[in-house]
């Protein structure tokens, strides 16, 4: 049996952490490679949007900025995606907030709802934005600017509250 003294015990550890970590990296190396192969688009993109809210309505400059912004990603058919959204596992999040955002509001077909539909989302709408829910917090991590200033969450907010009052004249 070979006995090692103190030192060479302690090399021997450490290089065996190495060998550990480079045989950790080069697994997850080919994890990340191989998702890449699963198959899966990311939600369809349109660039002709009639139905459109920005495109029917005569909005204020201000607001109409904010929402292109901060909600357009992922509640309209004009979803601009990083390059690194189409990169697995990102692709996956980023193609189900997508698609889950546009289920629950699509600002591109806003004028094939209802007077009464629009007026639900309106209020949803203030809600969302004074409550700090929307934009989702975790797309501001990479979309700094689509974070919205306080001040920005009140305009947001009287105008959907102005716009739902109109409605009902
Ligand atoms: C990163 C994607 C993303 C962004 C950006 C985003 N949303 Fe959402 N939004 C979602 C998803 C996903 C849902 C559905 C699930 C949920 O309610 O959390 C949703 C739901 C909603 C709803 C419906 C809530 C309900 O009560 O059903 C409203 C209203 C809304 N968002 C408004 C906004 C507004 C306004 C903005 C911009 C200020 C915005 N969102 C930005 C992803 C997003």
Not at 81 to 87: A, C, F, I
Not at 147 to 157: A, D, K, M, N, V
Request: proline share 4%; aromatic share 8%.
């Amino acid at each position: 049996m070979k006995v090692l003294n103190h030192g060479s015990r302690k090399i021997e550890e450490s290089m065996r952490r190495k060998k550990i970590l480079s045989w950790l990296g080069l697994v997850l190396l080919a994890i990340l490679v191989l998702i890449q192969l699963i198959p899966g688009k990311l939600p369809e993109v349109r660039k002709v949007v009639p139905n459109d809210l920005l495109a029917n309505n005569t909005l204020n400059d201000t607001v109409a900025t904010l929402l292109k912004n901060s909600c357009y990603d992922c509640h309209s058919w004009e979803t601009q995606y990083p390059w690194y959204s189409h990169v697995a596992p990102v692709k996956w999040l980023v193609g189900y907030d997508t698609r889950e955002g546009r289920e629950a509001l699509n600002f591109s077909e806003w004028e094939t709802l209802s007077i009464r539909a629009k007026m639900k989302a309106l209020s949803e709408i203030g809600e969302e934005v004074e409550s700090k829910k929307m934009p989702m917090p975790i797309y501001l991590i990479t979309h700094a600017e689509a974070r919205l200033t306080e001040q920005e969450r009140q305009i947001l907010y009287r105008w959907a509250e102005n716009y739902s009052n109109q409605l009902l004249e």
